[in-house]
């Protein structure tokens, strides 16, 4: 090697441990709790591994503990882990962590309206006013139960039409589910039969699929670079605005037949209240728009992904699927719809579903978080504004909160006498000021549709699925379950 040679080398060498040590001293000097050193522009992403965030920050807390910081870009993100940082975040210091984080996939799309991605005095109204509809305020004559009860009928009617023959559930459940939201937003319900919904619906699927992918992961850490690089995650854009299009659409046709005292639907509901408060832009067109977005994208994909993972499990260990037959029979019987009062008196269903929910762990980095202050916790400085992701995946499966946290056991949901026992580590949902407000309806509609399609079928799969088939793929934003087939066999 010549002279000139070593000593650009020797150069370049001292350059970058110069750039690199003051670098670190830069984030060592902020008081954020530790992490693995960040690299300029990049930050941690060599630190994620390719398509696997979710295993990536579950190695890193076994390194830093249970709050540690990891850079996306320049970005630090707080990330906690387990029940007890989770819980005193979002519970006990609920207001200083109750702001919503970046999530740059949907965010350059969405722009802070609607609900979920909105902040301050817009999250507040749009909440409470949300809630308020959700629980049946004012929005016709038929109870959000009963509107699961009339789907369920349809679904149940859907699939005798496949005379047993091994099939995908994916499409029914998208579909199913979708009515439920569909009826409570515009008032009616669309036929399985209808296509053009139908392609519509694959788009929240798509979305859903794009944002957990590889790309869409490193979209979420390097929002900048990745708009410049081609892949799946430049769909996202375009999926969205066909949905907020069908949306704006329906809103339209719903307008045109609206009357201000005869509210029929959550469309309604708002369009009432945006004349009552014409000055508050909380409630204007594009808040609609985002919030009824809002509740199909959270209300469709979660509820219905949750029920496939709850067929595979039940095919999977086929005891407990006689153990839930059994307890339909004897409460419910055969002649009469499962309703809500029921699930007290069904404490074996009332643990597997939760135990499902638990295991299936839809939502494992839950949505981001953010501080709404500079707020000190731990003994570290988190300044306003700082993202925070309270890993709903290391509650479900807290080793201090559950006997078996990595296996399906509803035995984490029952005493030794057999009746429903609460759990800590239950938390699906997420916890505090933030908490899925569609929790009651998800809880409803899991529960009335698992009783009322096991009380007419026995679920049978195509081929016998292993303890790893059943595993949550860990992957990015969502769990999705493996694609599998299976037979719904009659029961009555
Ligand atoms: C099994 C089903 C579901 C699961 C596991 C689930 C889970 C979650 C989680 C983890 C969050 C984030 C909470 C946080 O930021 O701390 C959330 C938020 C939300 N969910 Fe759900 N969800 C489900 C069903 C639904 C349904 C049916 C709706 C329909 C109304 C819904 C509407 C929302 C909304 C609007 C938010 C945003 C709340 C806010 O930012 O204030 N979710 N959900």
Same mark, same amino acid.
């Given at each position: 090697?010549?002279?000139?040679w070593?000593?650009s080398l ?10 690199y040590s003051?670098w670190?001293?830069i984030?060592r000097?902020r008081?954020l709790?530790p992490?693995p050193t960040p690299?300029p522009?990049i930050?941690?992403?060599l630190?994620i591994?390719?398509?696997e965030?979710?295993k990536?920050l579950m190695e ?6 249970s709050?540690y910081?990891?850079?996306f870009? %320049?970005?630090?993100?707080?990330v906690?882990?387990g029940?007890?940082a989770v819980?005193?975040a ?9 702001a919503r ?5 949907l ?6 309206y609607?609900v ?5 005095s817009?999250?507040k109204d749009?909440?409470r006013?949300?809630?308020t509809?959700?629980r049946?305020f004012?929005?016709?004559?038929k109870?959000?139960e009963?509107?699961i009860q ?11 039409l496949?005379?047993?023959q091994?099939i995908?559930p994916?499409?029914f ?8 939201i @569909?009826?409570?937003?515009f ?7 209808n296509?053009s919904?139908q392609k ?6 798509v ?8 790309y869409g992961q490193?979209l979420d ?5 990745m ?6 995650h430049?769909r996202?854009n375009?999926s ?8 704006s659409?329906q ?5 045109e037949?609206?009357d201000?005292?005869?509210?029929r639907n959550?469309?309604d509901?708002f369009?009432?209240? %945006?004349k009552q408060?014409?000055?508050?832009p909380?409630f204007d067109r ?5 919030t009824i977005l809002?509740?199909f994208?959270?209300g469709t994909?979660?509820?219905s992904s949750t029920?496939r ?7 999977k260990?086929p ?5 839930? %037959?059994?307890?339909?029979d004897r409460v419910i019987?055969?002649?009469r ?9 069904m404490p074996?269903?009332d643990?597997?579903?939760h135990?499902i929910?638990?295991?299936?762990d ?5 949505a ?5 202050r ?10 306003k504004g700082?993202?925070?992701y309270?890993?709903?995946?290391s ?11 990595t ?5 984490n ?5 057999g009746?429903?026992k609460?759990?800590?580590?239950y ?7 933030r908490v @899925? ?5 998800a ?9 009322t399609i096991?009380?007419?079928f026995?679920?049978v799969?195509?081929?016998t699925f292993t303890?790893?088939d059943?595993r949550?793929?860990?992957a990015?934003?969502?769990?999705l379950?493996?694609f ?5 066999v009659?029961r009555?």
């Amino acid at each position: 090697m010549d002279l000139t040679w070593f000593v650009s080398l020797l150069l370049a060498f001292i350059i970058s441990s110069f750039i690199y040590s003051t670098w670190n001293s830069i984030y060592r000097g902020r008081n954020l709790p530790p992490g693995p050193t960040p690299l300029p522009i990049i930050g941690n992403v060599l630190h994620i591994k390719r398509g696997e965030m979710v295993k990536s920050l579950m190695e890193l807390r076994d390194k830093y503990g249970s709050i540690y910081t990891v850079y996306f870009g %320049h970005y630090p993100i707080v990330v906690l882990c387990g029940y007890d940082a989770v819980k005193e975040a979002l519970i006990d210091r609920a207001e200083d962590f109750g702001a919503r984080g970046r999530l740059p996939t949907l965010d350059q799309f969405i722009k802070g309206y609607g609900v979920v991605f909105g902040n301050g005095s817009r999250w507040k109204d749009l909440r409470r006013f949300s809630i308020t509809v959700l629980r049946n305020f004012g929005m016709g004559k038929k109870t959000i139960e009963e509107r699961i009860q009339e789907e369920v009928f349809y679904l149940k009617a859907e699939i005798r039409l496949q005379k047993e023959q091994y099939i995908d559930p994916t499409r029914f459940l998208v579909q199913a589910v979708s009515n439920v939201i @569909c009826s409570i937003v515009f008032g009616n319900r669309f036929e399985y039969s209808n296509d053009s919904f139908q392609k519509l619906l694959t788009m929240f699927s798509v979305v859903f699929e794009d944002m957990s992918s590889s790309y869409g992961q490193l979209l979420d850490m390097l929002p900048t670079l990745m708009s410049y690089v081609p892949g799946p995650h430049k769909r996202i854009n375009k999926s969205m605005k066909r949905l907020t299009d069908f949306i704006s659409e329906q809103i339209k046709i719903n307008e045109e037949s609206f009357d201000p005292n005869s509210p029929r639907n959550f469309i309604d509901c708002f369009l009432t209240k %945006h004349k009552q408060e014409k000055d508050n832009p909380n409630f204007d067109r594009n808040n609609m728009v985002f919030t009824i977005l809002n509740m199909f994208f959270a209300g469709t994909e979660t509820v219905s992904s949750t029920l496939r993972h709850a067929f595979m499990i039940l095919m999977k260990y086929p005891e407990v699927q006689a153990k839930l %037959h059994q307890e339909i029979d004897r409460v419910i019987g055969d002649s009469r719809v499962p309703n809500i009062e029921d699930r007290s008196n069904m404490p074996y269903t009332d643990a597997v579903i939760h135990e499902i929910q638990r295991f299936s762990d839809i939502l494992p980095l839950n949505a981001p978080h953010a501080t709404t202050r500079d707020v000190t916790f731990k003994g570290y400085t988190i300044p306003k504004g700082t993202d925070v992701y309270p890993l709903l995946c290391s509650v479900l499966r807290d080793p201090t909160k559950l006997a078996s946290p990595t296996k399906f056991d509803p035995n984490n949901f029952l005493d030794d006498k057999g009746c429903f026992k609460k759990n800590e580590a239950y938390m699906p949902f997420s916890a505090g000021k933030r908490v @899925c407000l569609g929790e009651g309806l998800a809880r409803m509609e899991l529960f009335i549709f698992l009783t009322t399609i096991l009380q007419h079928f026995k679920f049978v799969p195509e081929k016998t699925f292993t303890e790893e088939d059943i595993r949550p793929v860990m992957a990015g934003f969502a769990n999705l379950p493996k694609f599998y087939r299976m037979s719904f066999v009659p029961r009555v």
